[in-house]
């Protein structure tokens, strides 16, 4: 009798293998369970730039790097905010009303109004483009999680960026710098640049703003004082980008940007981030989400890689030489 039943077990198991493995999983080469589910995931931005765009693309790859791809196993739904918080609000209640099984917010205002919406509903958010998360209250620590939600810095590399102008501009000594006043990263990065600044022999003019219509006049003012712009990666300033070079070619005075995008529309050059690759980072972390990893035990990581861009036309149409081993930085 005892013989009959392994022998009625072995041919279950056997039979059950064809199916699941006799209980394991099937997984493919990049590890993605095979079955039939669609994941759905919401992906926000807060502004229309470049930079944001970038880190949207580069989510899209890094899901892909790990298995999820659109049209196959998942699906994606992209909305921008246009740098109202209102919107963002919106679009983040829209999401948790629809039931996503992951979200993406790009920038803070965005990543603050999907934690605010979704986390309660269980849906895992995964920010990206945050300078400082822990200032933004989206994170605990450097090594802690707040509960439902993660994902990657691009906290700038500013002792790099001020060594940068010290080799362009030999002779300057006040940087200026227009942030908005209510965007916590860039409270946190004009805390870095005054405490750092010193040490290369700067001084820091700093002038806040509470709304994109501001600038034009504050720029105004601004130029008056310093011997060059350094642009953050602020969210209102990096939207009127136009303006500001505009402003500033008139005047004679350089703008070094904050990465790759700011440099190629004019700016002298940056020693910034590859938000490509930022945004590759936290697609990655997103689908270790989706195979299972609880998001409360992921830390936020940070980029750390300095990207160096140079814009030789643009300097040279202020009459800056940028030496061959700083434009070498580039390699």
Known sequence: MRKKFLSAVGVVCTAALLFTGCGANQTGETGVEKNDKVYKIGVTQYADHPSLDNCREGFIQGLANEGFKEGENIEIETVNAQAEMSKATQIAQTFASAGKDLVCGIAT??????????AEKNIPVI???IS?????????SETEALPGITGISDKL???????LIREILPDAKKIGIIYTTGEANSVSTIEEYKKLAPTYGFEIVDKGITKQAEI???MDVILTQVDCISNLTDNTVVAALGVVLEKANAAKIPVFGSEEEQVKNGCVAS???????????????????????????????????????????AAKALGITISAETLAKAK
Request: with cysteine; proline share 7%; aromatic share 8%.
């Open 271 to 313: 020693a910034g981030l590859d938000y490509v690759k930022l945004g590759v980072q936290a697609g990655e972390m997103a689908a270790k989400v989706l195979k299972g990893t609880k998001i409360d035990t992921i830390p936020f990581e940070t980029l750390k890689e300095t990207k160096y861009t140079f814009n030789e036309d």
């Open 132 to 140: 400082d998360p822990v200032a933004a209250k989206l994170a605990k």
């Open 109 to 118: 205002p965005s990543a603050q109004a999907l934690y605010a919406s979704c």
């Open 127 to 129: 920010f990206n483009a």
């Open 157 to 163: 590399p500013v002792e790099d960026q001020l060594k």
């Open 216 to 218: 034009p006049q504050v």
